[in-house]
Nanobody, 115 residues
Framework: QVQLVESGGGLVQAGGSLRLSCAAS????????MGWYRQAPGKQRELVAQ???????NYADSVKGRFTISRDNAKNTVYLQMNSLKPEDTAVYYC?????????WGQGTQVTVSS
């Protein structure tokens, strides 16, 4: 069974930075695509960034040029470096692992950006 544990969320002022981490248990991490999603109050969960097992990346238009997703297969960890944060980035951020048609989710970490 895969477990995902996010960390690194918190309160930051607009223009600041945060780095989210997601540690995965199990042995399939290096074979899996990883992603970060977010859900703001009253809104649907949306994709923020993805990274494939070969480290190709994809970003939502709203975060391009500000956020960077990366992975360390030796540590079974995926990261999301968030720079130039805006109040509209405020949300619960969820880590996702996709492997062989199955999705696994973390419990989420709150990111709050004050203006």
């Amino acid at each position: 069974q895969v477990q995902l544990v996010e960390s690194g969320g918190g309160l930051v002022q607009a223009g600041g930075s945060l780095r989210l981490s997601c540690a995965a248990s199990g042995s399939i991490f290096s074979l899996s695509a990883m992603g970060w999603y977010r859900q703001a109050p009253g809104k649907q969960r949306e994709l923020v960034a993805q990274i494939t097992r070969t480290s190709s990346t994809n970003y939502a238009d709203s975060v391009k040029g500000r956020f960077t997703i990366s992975r360390d297969n030796a540590k079974n960890t995926v990261y999301l470096q968030m720079n130039s944060l805006k109040p509209e980035d405020t949300a619960v951020y969820y880590c996702n692992l996709y492997y062989y048609y199955r999705n696994y989710w973390g419990q989420g970490t709150q990111v709050t950006v004050s203006s």
